[in-house]
C-alpha cells in the first residue's frame, strides 16, 4: 500500500523569505503522479503542482517548485518570495497511475506567513 | 466556467436522519470523485466514478453510505442512518480523466448531533 508521509504538522515563515515544505512517500510502483495541494482557510482545495514520476526536471509554477528525489522518495515544495495569501494547509498527495485517479493524502503542513 | 459545485456547503441533522450531499462536476469531465476530511482520518477517498460508473468503492465506510450518478452532470452521496461519527467535510471533484487532475468543490461541512 502506497503511504504519503508529511512530517512538518506546522511551520512558518517570514513574507518575501522562502520555505521548504517536506514529503516523503512510500510505494513499489515506478509509474505515479505527485501532487501539492493548498487548502486556504476557505477550506477550498487548490491545485499548486503536479509531477509525473517519469520526468526527471522538477515541476516549477512560478514561486512555487518541487524537489523530486524519485530515489529517495521525496517530493518537497519550495515557495519563494513568501506572500501572506500563501497562508494554507498544505497536502502532498500521490496518485499510482495504475489505480486510476486514487489520490493518497498526506497529513498536512499548516503554513503561517508572518508580515 | 463555474467550477465543481456542491450542495448544501454545511448540513446539520440529528443522528438517526438521512442526508444527501449532492455534486455537480465541471462539463466535459468524465471522472467524479468524493472525499471526507476529518481530523483525524485526514482527506480520504470514498468512492470515484469513471463515464458515470463506480470503479472504486473500497473507501466508502459502511452500509450505510451510498453514492450515485445518474448522469454525467450529478451525483449524490447518502448517508443513512447518520451517526456523529459522519460528521466531517465532504468533498467532490472532478477530472477530464481517471488520472488528470482534479479540480475540488468547495465541500460541504455536515454535523450529526
Known amino acids: 500500500a502506497q503511504t504519503v508521509t508529511q512530517s512538518q504538522p506546522e511551520m512558518s515563515v517570514q513574507e518575501a523569505e522562502t520555505v521548504t515544505l517536506s514529503c516523503t512517500y512510500d510505494?513499489?510502483?515506478?509509474?505515479?503522479?505527485l501532487f501539492w495541494y493548498k487548502q486556504p482557510p476557505s477550506r477550498q482545495m487548490i491545485l499548486v503542482i503536479r509531477?509525473?514520476?517519469?520526468?526527471?526536471q522538477n515541476a516549477t509554477e512560478n514561486r512555487f517548485s518541487v524537489n523530486f528525489q524519485k530515489a529517495a522518495k521525496s517530493f518537497s515544495l519550495k515557495i519563494s518570495d513568501s506572500q501572506l495569501g500563501d497562508t494554507a494547509m498544505y497536502f502532498c498527495?500521490?496518485?499510482?497511475?495504475?489505480?486510476?485517479?486514487?489520490?493518497?493524502f498526506g497529513q498536512g503542513t499548516e503554513l503561517s506567513v508572518k508580515p | 466556467d463555474a467550477g465543481v459545485i456542491q450542495s448544501p456547503r454545511h448540513e446539520v441533522t440529528e443522528m438517526g436522519q438521512e442526508v444527501t450531499l449532492r455534486c455537480k462536476p465541471i462539463?466535459?469531465?468524465?471522472?467524479l470523485f468524493w472525499y471526507r476530511q476529518t481530523m483525524m482520518r485526514g482527506l480520504e477517498l470514498l468512492i470515484y466514478f469513471n463515464n458515470n460508473v463506480p470503479i472504486d468503492d473500497s473507501g466508502m465506510p459502511e452500509d450505510r453510505f451510498s453514492a450515485k450518478m445518474p448522469n454525467a452532470s450529478f451525483s449524490t452521496l447518502k448517508i443513512q442512518p447518520s451517526e456523529p461519527r459522519d460528521s466531517a467535510v465532504y468533498f467532490c471533484a472532478s477530472s477530464k480523466d481517471s488520472k488528470g487532475e482534479q479540480y475540488f468543490g468547495p465541500g460541504t461541512r455536515l454535523t450529526v448531533t
Open positions: 510505494t513499489s510502483e515506478n509509474n505515479y503522479y
Open positions: 498527495a500521490f496518485m499510482n497511475n495504475n489505480q486510476g485517479g486514487k489520490l493518497i
Open positions: 509531477q509525473e514520476a517519469y520526468k526527471q
Open positions: 462539463s466535459g469531465h468524465n471522472s
